[in-house]
T-cell receptor, first 114, second 114 residues
Framework: RKEVEQDPGPFNVPEGATVAFNCTYS??????FFWYRQDCRKEPKLLMS???SGNEDGRFTAQLNRASQYISLLIRDSKLSDSATYLC???????????????FGKGTLLTVNP | NAGVTQTPKFRVLKTGQSMTLLCAQD?????MYWYRQDPGMGLRLIHY???????AKGEVPDGYNVSRLKKQNFLLGLESAAPSQTSVYFC?????????????FGQGTRLTVV
């Protein structure tokens, strides 16, 4: 099982649609979780952290299920500007300073169509 | 505030040539990382540093060397470039490697080895 696996996509949705991205991780020692967004030919940028209780930022909702080792991102009322690749990111953290690993999923491409 | 700056942004190398990629950050971050991003492979960690004077191997370190002589700079060297090293290279930095710390990325270096 790969460390971080995402829906392969791509997703093509009309404006206003709700779209969900799923991600699973294999290392139960993982400590923190993120969704990053990467626009075409640009660098990744943090979209939102994912907290155990779930968290929301405007149209974006992130959920974490530690028991199932599963992370999700829900985008409501999608906009043209949401078109990007969404990266699931897991941080194993650093116990003792030498075990750091921030692992990226391969990303899921979203295209929002007019 | 420049954040993370990579130089150069583009480079074409011949097989066997050497080069150094420079990453500079002005956020006083302790931790710095070099990733490569290839189609279908996602972001993979090459080397990272947890502080000035320290470096550690990541997931795909072969063929690369790094140095962190100054806290704000992290250099990635290719001693003898190979076509397999054609990729987009991203540098990143973060304040901490503990939970929920955002990693900030540079704009990337597109390297082609012919």
């Amino acid at each position: 099982r790969k460390e971080v696996e995402q829906d392969p996509g791509p997703f093509n949705v009309p404006e206003g649609a709700t779209v969900a991205f799923n991600c699973t991780y294999s290392n139960s020692a993982s400590q923190s979780f993120f969704w990053y967004r990467q626009d075409c030919r640009k660098e990744p940028k943090l979209l939102m952290s994912v907290y155990s209780s779930g968290n929301e930022d405007g149209r974006f909702t992130a959920q974490l299920n530690r028991a199932s080792q599963y992370i999700s991102l829900l985008i409501r009322d999608s906009k043209l500007s949401d078109s990007a690749t969404y990266l699931c990111v897991v941080n194993r953290g650093a116990s003792g300073g030498s075990n750091y690993k921030l692992t990226f999923g391969k990303g899921t491409l979203l295209t929002v169509n007019p | 505030n420049a954040g993370v700056t990579q130089t150069p942004k583009f480079r074409v190398l011949k097989t066997g040539q050497s080069m150094t990629l420079l990453c500079a950050q002005d956020m006083n971050h302790e931790y710095m990382y070099w990733y490569r991003q290839d189609p279908g492979m996602g972001l993979r960690l090459i080397h990272y540093s947890v502080g000035e004077g320290t470096t550690a191997k990541g997931e795909v370190p072969d063929g690369y060397n790094v140095s962190r002589l100054k806290k704000q700079n992290f250099l990635l060297g290719l001693e003898s470039a190979a076509p397999s090293q054609t990729s987009v290279y991203f540098c990143a930095s973060s304040y901490s490697i503990e939970s929920n710390t955002e990693a900030f990325f540079g704009q990337g270096t597109r390297l082609t080895v012919v």
